[in-house]
């Protein structure tokens, strides 16, 4: 049995206080830590106040991104060993944004999943195609091979603890949500992609979510796929109502 984890990625919303009011509100309501990972990636700036606040909970903290390097010259970002200091659990990697905007490429990607178990984070990697090549039918190929790329090196331990979230890159912000047999779908064809580059144990423990307009009206219905463990949510994690409900969503898949 994989645990599921539903985690919220707030991007850039949310000031300071709005989210520490947020954590104060959520953390004792999240479940029980051995049932579901409950997770928000937080922007950079509050990590350390809001990690130190939900010390006790069953509510963690996780980053949006972060770069490669343990140190160096690499003005305005964050690093790993920055991370794993404050005791940060999660980190995001590849998000499509950070790939569309930020430059974000396979190999760099790669290279950050890598940094990440090099400091003990869990990388949450993030893979997706557009709506042009799923128009053109090639979401299987693309999606197979942004996964052969970003866990390229990885040991059978690394690849096995590493969360995917497949997030078609049309179905995120838009209020298009994939329906759950094609979400399942291709989170069937990672799995399996993960078998050919590893074995089916390791295929088995590794845990997929899904990605793309997730709310509390259609999490069960994604979370009850064979091939779904969990769920990476935009807009519907920045109300302390809806964000609850989708970890309730968590115990009942
Ligand atoms: O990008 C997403 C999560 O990383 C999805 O965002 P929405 O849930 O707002 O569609």
């Known amino acids: 049995m994989r645990k599921p984890i539903i985690a919220g990625n707030w991007k850039m919303y ?8 947020f954590v104060e509100e959520v953390k ?5 830590a051995s049932k579901v990972d409950s997770v928000i990636c937080a922007p950079a700036l509050f990590l350390q ?18 770069h490669e390097e343990k140190e160096g010259a690499f003005t305005g ?10 005791g940060i659990p999660y980190v995001i990697i590849g998000h499509s944004e950070r790939r569309q905007y930020f430059n974000e ?21 993030c893979v997706g195609e557009t709506l042009e090549q799923r128009e053109s039918g090639s979401t299987g190929s693309i999606v197979e091979n942004q996964v052969a790329e970003g866990l390229k090196g990885l040991t059978e331990e690394q690849a096995s603890k590493t969360v995917i979230a ?32 590893y074995n089916d144990e390791t295929a088995q423990q590794i845990r997929i979510q899904y990605g793309g307009s ?17 769920a990476l949510v935009g807009g519907a994690s ?5 964000f609850v409900k989708l970890l309730e969503a968590g115990l009942h898949a």
């Open 214 to 230: 997730v709310k509390p009206a259609n999490i069960e219905e994604l979370l009850g796929m064979e091939h779904i463990d969990g």
């Open 49 to 66: 106040q809001l990690q130190a606040s939900v010390e006790g909970s069953t509510l963690q903290i996780g980053a949006q991104t972060m």
């Open 28 to 32: 004792g309501l999240a479940p029980d």
């Open 14 to 21: 949310k000031t300071f206080s709005e989210a520490k009011e």
């Open 77 to 86: 970002e964050i690093s790993p060993a920055q991370l794993a200091d404050l």
């Open 238 to 242: 920045l109300e302390t109502e809806s």
């Open 166 to 197: 497949y997030e078609p890159i049309w179905a995120i912000g838009t209020g298009k949500t994939a329906t759950a047999e094609d979400a399942n779908e291709v989170c069937g064809i990672i799995r399996k992609k993960v078998a050919a580059l």
């Open 105 to 125: 490429t396979d190999a760099s990607v790669n290279k950050k999943v890598h940094a990440a178990f090099e400091f003990g984070l869990t990388p949450i990697m």
